[in-house]
Nanobody, 123 residues
């Protein structure tokens, strides 16, 4: 019912920048939060950053001061601006969106994930 399409990944040199986009489409009553996770080979998926419906943001310590999350409510799109990229940032980045949707007469929460986009930072 809800689809997330990511774009913007690629290969970049250390110190460079990338901007990821994630567009949510389908039936959405309201968005509770949007965020980004990443997973490097052999490691657990970790939270990178989130933004709530009221604009409160949260960042992992490893990216604080370098990454910026933002959203465009009219387009149901969340962005991740990544600056001063380091080789340690190399991972598959996943968009995550939590929505509220009606199920019969109840409003319920649903969690959706994007397909992932590869970010590779070369030294």
């Amino acid at each position: 019912q809800v689809q997330l399409v990511e774009s913007g990944g690629g290969l970049v040199q250390a110190g460079g920048s990338l901007r990821l986009s994630c567009v949510a489409s389908g039936r959405i009553f309201s968005i509770n939060y949007m965020g980004w996770y990443r997973q490097a080979p052999g490691k657990q998926r970790e939270l990178v950053t989130t933004i709530t419906s009221v604009g409160v943001t949260n960042y992992a310590d490893s990216v604080k001061g370098r990454f910026i999350i933002s959203r465009d409510d009219a387009k149901n799109t969340v962005y991740l601006q990544m600056n001063s990229l380091e080789p340690e940032d190399t991972a598959v980045y996943y968009c995550n969106v939590g929505v509220s949707n009606w199920y019969e007469a109840s409003l319920r929460h649903y969690d959706y994930w994007g397909q992932g986009t590869q970010v590779t930072v070369a030294s």
